[in-house]
């Protein structure tokens, strides 16, 4: 999206306001083994006679919602079929970054 109409620059710095909206961003930003979610600002400078000037700048999504309400246990059940069969129970449905599962 471009928030900015081409024209010249003059200045050396150049404040360009802007603002995202709370809908575009469903996931937050995460990093992990084999998979990434990212969101990145990307500046490009078209110049006359020379390449384009690219900058890519990472922005940190974190969404805070409230602690649910209602927390009930669930049960989980793995296995193979007449070979294996576990099942776990566990206390809670959604868990803190802090608590650890016994």
């Known amino acids: 999206k471009e928030i900015y109409p081409p024209g010249t620059l003059y200045q050396p710095q150049t404040p360009i306001p802007f603002h995202f909206r709370t809908d ?7 990093h992990g083994r084999n998979v990434s979610v990212r969101y990145l600002l990307r ?14 700048e990472e922005v940190i999504v974190h969404i805070c919602k409230p602690e649910p309400t ?8 793995v296995g193979i079929e007449e070979c294996l069969h576990i099942e776990f129970t566990y206390t809670k449905r959604f868990y803190h970054l802090n608590d650890y599962i016994q």
């Open 24 to 30: 575009t961003k469903p996931y937050e930003t995460y």
């Open 70 to 77: 209602y927390n009930e246990a669930i049960k989980m059940e």
């Open 43 to 56: 500046v490009i400078i078209e110049r006359k006679f020379l390449p384009p000037l690219t900058k890519d």
